[in-house]
């Protein structure tokens, strides 16, 4: 059946009641922005054990983790799907799901294979109702054949990635790259194959590094260029902090009736980078890249994974935000021209908002070193709308993409 919310809210509550500071895999700069590493404490997914990490592992040394989380006491609940769904993805954020995105090409970046992918995604777009996928997969040679080896953590991520795409914008085309390894060098040449296939949205749903620079890869013209914030609290992340890049944050929803509300996931990655701040970002605490740039719901939506898992799991991670709004963007069609976060910081207050929701509530946690509270708590107004973990808010119809 179609699921909507039914074991989200234990998880939610869950996170609510530990009161632990995650950092992210960067060293977490003060609000000038320098780099001076502080102490971190476990995201509360993992104090409260609430999650477990689909690619657990080393974010240093030239590599790079997924940043997808699994519930736990989630896995093969087949036939019953746990997590939100398309339908809601699509009412909250009120979205044209079912009259645009045809011919839009979203490239979803990962590494090593997933051989079910193309099967699972036929499970859960048929679930929904979401007709069949204009979905290829490539190596990252661009070739249709010769995949890398298989990891199923990857796999995990590599599903949640193609199933959101395929959740707000089912007539979308899917093109998935997946890299030799977890190795930067891999995927950025995986990044740059995505846009050699034609792809003018590239999802990322996975981070790592300190600010190391990207070259090419996530610098070419008419290219909108997304990815996770991350998954422990303040702080940011490679390839999300680079300045030509969507950084996306996370949120937790919530349901009663038909009204849907959202706050800041507490675990959200974000907040004052080490990365030089782009011209276009006028906030007045951090003297670095600040993020994110906008933000969707990261924790409590279904799956369906047969090479990690056993069938149909509930996500979370904002590796789940990432591709998501990949879809959304290949739903407004607008992405050759909307480049980085630029826009977002830059509309004008009326179109903030009537095509953002708001997110007032909510924080992802604050060093001691931290001035400007906006950089990790929302609701405070001290630089608009906007804040840290939520950036200037979730996708309310496609007007802000």
Known sequence: MNGSLKLVAPFVAALAVAACNGGGPSSLPSASGSSSAQAHSVPQWQATHAAVAACPGDRWHGMMQCDA?????????QPNVSGFGPPDFQARYNLPSATKGTGQIVAIVDAYDNPNVASDLAVYRSNYGLGTANFTKYNQNGQQSNYPTGNTGWGVEIDLDVEMVSAVCPNCTIYLIEANSNYTNDLYTAEEEAVKLGAHIISNSWGGGGGSPSGNAFNHSGVTYLASAGDSGYGMQDPADYQTVVSVGGTT?????STYTEQVWRDTGGGCSVVSKPSWQKDPSCTKRTGNDVSAVAFGVAEYDTYGSRGWIEE??????????GGVFGLAGNAQNHQSGKPFWTLKKKKLK?????????TNGCPPSITGSYLCTAGTNQFGTYSGPAGWGTPNGVGAF
Do not use: E, F, R
Not at 253 to 257: D, E, L, R
Not at 354 to 362: A, E, T, V
């Open 354 to 362: 009537k095509d953002l929701h708001y997110i007032s509530n909510g």
């Open 69 to 77: 989380l699994t519930l736990t006491g989630t896995g093969g609940m």
């Open 316 to 325: 979370g991670g904002t590796s789940v935000s990432s591709p998501m709004l």
């Open 253 to 257: 929803m919530q349901k009663s009736g």
